[in-house]
């Protein structure tokens, strides 16, 4: 963990790790794409958000997808997911959201280099 100011950053297995407190704003730019547990990781921001999170993931906006497809790439070592719109709408409110609590929304600007165009970004703003 680095402190700066009042801002404390986390470098490490992010689902396994025991955070000691909540935290106002969780921001995630794009780790979901490479996580080996997307519903998990989910969860995880849920239970560790206090107000505010911001989660995109930047291989593309998949709004008729019925479940994520987790793709291994075994070259990279590292995980190239889609994320099912359902599926995470789904997540969230299993996870104690309200559907008034969260917004999934495509946003333009994907992975270009690869032809992705569109983003797929999550915003949770809690209202206990």
Not at 41 to 53: E, G, Q, R, S
Not at 65 to 75: Q, V
Request: proline residues 2%; hydrophobic residues 35%.
């Amino acid at each position: 963990m680095a402190k700066n100011g009042k801002r404390n950053f986390f470098c490490g297995d992010f689902i396994k790790m025991n955070l000691p407190k909540k935290y106002d704003l969780v921001f995630s730019h794009p780790v979901i794409d490479h996580v080996y547990d997307i519903n998990i990781f989910f969860a995880k921001i849920i239970d560790v958000c206090k107000k505010y999170a911001y989660i995109s993931s930047h291989l593309g906006y998949f709004p008729f997808l019925k479940n994520h497809i987790m793709n291994w790439d075994k070259e990279k070592g590292c995980y190239f997911n889609k994320l099912s719109v359902n599926e995470i709408k789904k997540n969230l409110i299993q996870n104690g959201l309200d559907e008034t609590e969260f917004v999934v929304r495509k946003q333009e600007g994907g992975n270009l280099k690869d032809g992705i165009e569109n983003e797929t970004i999550i915003e949770i703003d809690r209202k206990f």
